[in-house]
């Protein structure tokens, strides 16, 4: 094989939703965010084995991920497009079952005119001002669209990643003030609102990226592994050089390694320089520029070469390998290459006991 083998441990991903699950506490339902194909893992495995866990509540971007996911977790859990309702969007819609996160007042009349009576979802802006309903929008038509039964009012925080950020506590008074005697349930925190305590807990919260033990949930479970093939093992002379503009001089006799992954696959030219892959417990240095295909690692240390060298696993987190790269964990997932073969690591027999359900979650659409 000479791809890349990105390994997803689907029981560190299910062990990360039970501790949030846990941390949010009885009478609060955890639900999952599988968007952009589950952070770039694959969201139909990951969908799949949480379903099997007990989660209920999924959460997709855009109607066109909802299809994958509804095959995944079969007829009964719910699957929530934070998008909403966008014009022909309804066979997608009504076809996969899927559950349109209004945004807007329009896409509140799209959704009724479209598919009458089918469940619907609210988000109400409270500060973030990127989806959802204006407080004055909402304020002129609450009553209306309460009437018609939306199945759950949500929100989203701008700084749940840092507890001590006033806009946390704005928000959170501002969706109390916006949907307190609703009598509908009522979701505001992701991972990070899930750390910043029960307050923001509400009914139901929607962790993403904590399913993968990432920061803000960096005491969660690494759940993703990334091992590079070595192509090639040359030795190098004092004096020549490696890689694309001579930008690494060989200052001793080395053995460099050629691997299986480059900048087309998530591993941004950013990093030259700052690379380190690792064999077992040993750290070699990328040197040179990274390619688009290969990377060409330093192994003049090793005993021997390995077949493979792991660039996410043990010694390097998704965070670290992130902060490398200037950039965070949810971009780095989801820049994950689609050239890598993703294997699915699961212990036999593993399956879910029971967590809190959501009041109203088995009403199906
Ligand atoms: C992406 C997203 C989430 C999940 O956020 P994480 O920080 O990954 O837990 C939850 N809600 C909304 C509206 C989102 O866009």
Redesign the pocket.
């Known amino acids: 094989m000479s791809t890349g083998l990105l390994t997803i441990d689907l029981d560190a991903v299910a062990a990360n939703w039970r501790a949030l699950a846990v941390m949010a506490g009885p009478g609060c339902a955890t639900g999952a965010?599988v968007?952009a194909d589950g952070?770039g893992t694959g969201a139909g495995p990951v969908a799949a084995r949480l379903a099997r866990e007990g989660a209920r509540e999924f959460?997709v971007?855009v109607a066109e991920e909802g299809a994958a996911v509804r095959a995944a977790v079969g007829p009964d859990a719910r699957v929530f497009v934070?998008a909403g309702h966008m014009a022909g969007d309804a066979g997608l819609l009504a076809g996969a079952g899927l559950v349109p996160v209004l945004n807007s007042p329009a896409q509140f009349a799209r959704h009724r005119a479209a598919l009458p009576g089918e469940d619907f979802a609210l988000?109400l802006d409270t500060g973030l001002n990127r989806?959802g309903i204006e407080p004055e929008d909402w304020e002129a038509g609450a009553a209306e669209m309460l009437a018609a039964g939306p199945s759950l009012l949500?929100s989203?925080l701008a700084c749940?990643?840092e507890p001590g950020h006033p806009a946390n506590a704005a928000q959170l008074a501002l969706f109390h003030r916006m949907t307190d005697g609703a009598g509908v349930p009522r979701s505001l925190a992701?991972?990070?609102g899930i750390l910043l305590g029960r307050a923001y807990h509400f009914d139901l919260t929607?962790?993403?990226?904590?399913l993968y033990g990432a920061e803000?949930y960096g005491a969660g479970r690494p759940a993703v592994r990334l091992s590079l093939p070595v192509i090639q093992t040359r030795p190098v002379a004092v004096g020549e050089t490696v890689g694309y503009g001579c930008s690494w001089r060989a200052e001793r006799p080395s053995v460099i390694a050629t691997v299986a992954a480059g900048y087309a696959d998530g591993l941004h030219r950013v990093l030259a320089g700052r690379l380190r892959l690792w064999a077992g417990d040993v750290a070699c240095p990328a040197v040179g520029r990274v390619s688009m295909d290969l990377i060409t690692v330093d192994v003049t240390d090793l005993a021997e070469v390995p077949e493979a060298l792991d660039v996410i696993g043990p010694h390097q987190t998704v965070d670290q390998l992130a902060a490398a790269a200037g950039t965070i964990g949810?971009e780095l997932l989801t820049q994950l290459g689609r050239r890598y073969a993703r294997a699915y690591a699961e212990a036999p027999g593993r399956a879910g006991s029971a967590v809190p359900a959501m009041a109203g979650a088995e009403v199906g659409p």
Request: aromatic share 14%; no cysteine; hydrophobic share 40%.
């Open positions: 965010v968007k952070y959460f971007a934070m988000h989806l949500m989203h749940a990643d992701a991972t990070g929607r962790p993403g990226i904590g803000p949810y």
